[in-house]
């Protein structure tokens, strides 16, 4: 069974930033794409930004283009989320998740995800 568990959410006042990570149990965390998702109240949960198995592509959502980026460290099964410039329309419990099927590039549907962490909040005050 994989474990997610994320971390590095808070409250932060709009054009601040906030470095999410979310780390993975397991031995083949390297074989797999990661996403990031945030859901607000009353909304559906969307995706942030994905990341391919090697790390080698990336997606971004336009709403955060340019001001977050998605990266990991295989060796620490670890995937981060920079997010810079942070506007209160972030404001969502963020989600991190990895693909059911190895060596997949960087994806953005929901279902084609099978683990989720629990989430972390983040708040941005205007």
């Known amino acids: 069974q994989v474990q997610l568990v994320e971390s590095g959410g808070g409250l932060v006042q709009a054009g601040g930033s906030l470095r999410l990570s979310c780390t993975a149990s397991?031995?083949?965390?390297?074989?797999?794409?990661m996403g990031w998702f945030r859901q607000a109240p009353g909304k559906e949960r969307d995706i942030v930004a994905a990341i391919s198995w090697s790390g080698g592509t990336t997606y971004y959502a336009d709403y955060v283009k340019g001001r977050f980026t998605i990266s990991r460290d295989n060796a620490k099964n670890t995937v981060y989320l920079q997010m810079n410039s942070l506007k209160p329309e972030d404001t969502a419990v963020y989600y991190c998740?990895?693909?059911?099927?190895?060596?997949?590039?960087?994806?953005?549907?929901?279902?084609?995800?099978?683990?989720w962490g629990q989430g972390t909040q983040v708040t941005v005050s205007s």
């Open positions: 397991g031995r083949t965390f390297s074989n797999y794409g």
């Open positions: 998740a990895r693909q059911g099927n190895p060596f997949r590039s960087a994806s953005r549907p929901v279902n084609e995800y099978n683990y």
